[in-house]
DNA sequence: TATATGACGTTGC
DNA sequence: AGCAACGCCATAT
């Protein structure tokens, strides 16, 4: 098992309920950054891996990572993540690593 | 070893 | 806002 691997795995298990971050950012926080694919790659290898919260990973732009199939948006409503037309809305699309998710209903007026 | 592919990210249009 | 092109890294063939 590679440093990189380790790493990555560990950044994806402290992660909690409601916690979504991009792979550019699990991949800062392990330390190493631009290896944001390299993210992408491992949890393929993962794959039906339930020992890696995958779910909570999502792109920079706030879009699901996998098809709808996978049932990623279920698992993160689940957690109380409000996911609309494949795409997250509880955190600041850009730049969200650990976002804050707010547990709340039907409320979409910033 | 070289080429192609992909659960990504940024920039430009 | 959405779409296309380029760049970057790791795997698979």
Redesign the pocket.
């Known amino acids: 098992m590679?440093d990189?691997?380790q790493r990555v795995t560990a950044v994806l298990r402290a992660l909690g309920e409601g916690e979504v971050v991009?792979?550019?950012?699990i991949a800062d926080d392990a330390g190493?950054p631009?290896?944001?694919?390299?993210?992408?790659?491992?949890?393929?290898?993962?794959?039906?891996?339930d020992d890696l919260p995958?779910?909570r990973?999502?792109?920079?732009?706030g879009r699901l990572?996998?098809d709808p199939s996978?049932g990623?948006a279920a698992l993160l409503r689940a957690e109380g993540v409000t996911v609309q037309?494949g795409r997250v809305r509880d955190a600041p699309?850009?730049?969200f690593r650990r976002a804050p998710v707010t547990p709340r209903g039907p409320s979409p007026s910033p």
């Open positions: 590679k990189f691997d991009s792979y550019g950012d190493f631009g290896r944001s694919r390299a993210v992408g790659a491992l949890l393929s290898a993962a794959g039906d891996n995958w779910w990973v999502v792109r920079n732009d990572a996998t996978a990623q037309a699309v850009g730049r």
